[in-house]
């Protein structure tokens, strides 16, 4: 991959990283699932299951005509309809259940490991897509090795 430009659909997961490394750095005994687990619930986890992320990007990304900022090219509409579908996605698999999280066997229950799971899928995304476009220096998870 010769372009380091990163494809629209990554940019959410690329905040969910940088967030969950974020978790990582300040408690450095944490394993990666710790991190994740501490991830849910978080302002910023509400703010994407919500549906809230998106909505404040796209609304942004009308306010320029649809203009990237950094190609100053007009961001085709499929790519805006991708990320309509990516913020409904997000909403259906990060379904908010905070007080179900845990029940008494300590285990996750089905809908807080469906959106375990989701987080995880979207962070190994992010990696493999550093990995192509040769920025390994991004990789701090590591969790595509």
Request: hydrophobic letters at 35%; charged letters at 30%.
């Amino acid at each position: 991959m010769s372009s380091k430009e990163k494809p629209y659909v990554l940019y959410v997961a690329e905040f969910i990283y940088s967030k969950i490394c974020q978790i990582k750095k300040k408690n450095p005994d944490f394993s990666n699932i710790n991190a994740f687990e501490s991830f849910i619930g978080t302002p910023e986890y509400k703010e994407i299951s919500s549906g809230e992320f998106h909505d404040k990007w796209i609304e942004n990304l009308k306010k320029n005509n649809f203009i990237d900022l950094k190609t100053k090219k007009k961001i085709p509409d499929e790519t805006i309809k991708l990320l309509h579908v990516q913020k409904d996605m997000m909403i259906k698999q990060l379904i908010q259940f905070p007080e179900l999280y845990y029940a008494k066997s300590h285990f996750p229950l089905e809908l807080s490991q469906r959106a375990f799971d989701h987080l995880w899928r979207m962070c190994e995304s992010y990696e493999l897509w550093c990995k192509e476009s040769k920025q390994k220096h991004l990789i701090y998870l590591k969790i595509t090795d």
